[in-house]
């Protein structure tokens, strides 16, 4: 097999690889996969505040939502240089069978999976398209004879 076939190969089947685990990664985040998972309507109620080695500041939103009349709070796995504003409305993702099993949903987590996606996608057209020109990956072979 030529360097040029091979390299084709080995980018093909990592775009898959990529496009299955963003799926997946979507699919887990969403709560799509592994059992019911519901949306409740979710406050910042406050903050928890960490310092890097550098000395810089970071802050968890802390979250409080409620299921079946019950209050839960969520502190949120990321991290942001910026203070939550106490009042805000943020959207949580829970698992049904446990409420305190649950994470923010936003923008941020719901657009990077499909983002990622659609770079692979255009990466992936850009070395077809080069492959095409440089090599006719897609002209049909001449027959001997």
Do not use: K
């Amino acid at each position: 097999m030529s360097p040029s076939r091979l390299l084709t190969l080995l980018c093909a089947l990592a775009a898959l690889a990529f496009a299955v685990g963003a799926v997946i990664a979507l699919g887990d985040r969403l709560g799509l996969l592994g059992g019911a998972h519901a949306r409740a309507a979710g406050e910042i109620v406050g903050a928890e505040s960490e310092t890097d080695s550098d000395g810089d500041t970071r802050y968890r939103a802390v979250v409080q939502f409620e299921v079946d009349g019950e209050t839960h709070l969520l502190t949120a796995s990321e991290t942001s240089p910026w203070h939550p504003n106490t009042g805000d409305d943020r959207t949580v993702l829970y698992a049904v069978d446990d409420p305190d099993d649950a994470s923010l949903l936003g923008v941020r987590e719901v657009a990077t999976v499909p983002g990622l996606l659609l770079l692979g996608a255009l990466a992936s057209a850009f070395v077809l398209r080069l492959r095409v020109q440089t090599h006719g990956f897609l002209r049909p072979r001449a027959e001997n004879g």
